[in-house]
């Protein structure tokens, strides 16, 4: 028997390398889990809650001489939605991506059920592609949730009316809308390199805990190494340097330069993070 037959016959009658864990099998699976829905619930909460406290502190920039995004909330709906994205963005935002990112893998090996995905078999790559695009795809689906229940809950407490800005101007609502969704599409991007982070260490840990506190982290220290003026132009090649480019499209005029400067450095972190992940994981030897 030649050694072709031979690799034939010990592959199974209708087994499919590429039809192994279905990406809609693998989001349903992520959708049911507990994280999942509390994470959800706090998202949904959040503008419920930024409501009462602007209720119960009389508004926005009271006793504040300085005028900012955050002081036009209670002005419109499309405010209030703006003023949850720059709230959130900076941190509540990360913690779903490090989370949905993080954990995925991670999980699998902490319940000893890694090994045993591999030996249906299903191939690693297939494996990781499968999670990375279910995590990938419910970060997006947080960061989309904030702002469309935000809109909601603004519009029916201050009514549907234009984007008013900091400067006086103002943003027709389907303008405003065209701008809300290109921050979302850039606060996306720009989150990439935690959710590249959070992935490549959930290939090398079966902690989840220490992916997604290790992505948060190195996220937070990003943030702070950006605070130090002293380091000059090297701040450039930090990712928190440009995580509220995004302002510039909430303003009158659309300015797109620092936020493709931004998304260039974001993805570029983000492949070489996400290779790295991919061949780790090809050459790890998974015994949990």
Request: aromatic share 10%; charged share 15%; hydrophobic share 50%.
């Amino acid at each position: 028997m030649s050694s072709t037959t031979t690799e034939r016959a010990e592959v199974a009658d209708g087994y499919r390398a590429g039809r192994t864990l279905p990406i809609r099998v693998e989001l349903v699976r992520q959708l049911k889990r507990r994280r999942t829905l509390v994470m959800g619930g706090i998202l949904f909460a959040l503008p419920f809650v930024l409501l009462i406290a602007f209720q119960v502190g009389g508004g926005p920039g009271s006793g504040n001489n300085q005028a900012g995004l955050m002081d036009t909330a209670t002005l419109s709906g499309a405010n209030f939605a703006a003023v949850n994205l720059f709230a959130s963005a900076g941190f509540l935002l990360v913690v779903p991506v490090a989370l949905f990112c993080g954990d995925t893998v991670a999980s699998e090996a902490s319940w000893s059920s890694l090994r045993y995905l591999l030996a249906a078999p299903v191939p690693r790559a297939r494996l990781l592609w499968s999670k990375l695009v279910v995590g990938l795809t419910l970060s997006l689906a947080a960061m989309i949730l904030l702002p469309l229940v935000a809109l909601a809950v603004g519009t029916a407490a201050y009514g549907w009316g234009p984007l008013q800005l900091p400067t006086g101007d103002s943003l027709a609502p389907g303008t405003a809308a065209q701008r809300l969704l290109i921050t979302v599409a850039y606060i996306f991007i720009s989150q990439l390199v935690t959710a590249a982070l959070a992935f490549w260490l959930s290939t090398r840990t079966d902690a989840p805990l220490g992916a997604v506190g290790g992505a948060v982290g190195l996220t937070i220290i990003g943030n702070v190494l950006d605070e130090v003026t002293a380091l000059g132009d090297w701040r450039d090649f930090l990712p928190a340097h440009w995580q509220y480019a995004w302002l510039d499209a909430v303003r009158p005029q659309l300015d797109w330069s620092d936020m493709i400067q931004g998304t260039s450095l974001s993805v570029t972190y983000a492949l070489v993070l996400f290779a790295l992940a991919f061949r780790g994981f090809a050459r790890k030897d998974v015994v949990s």
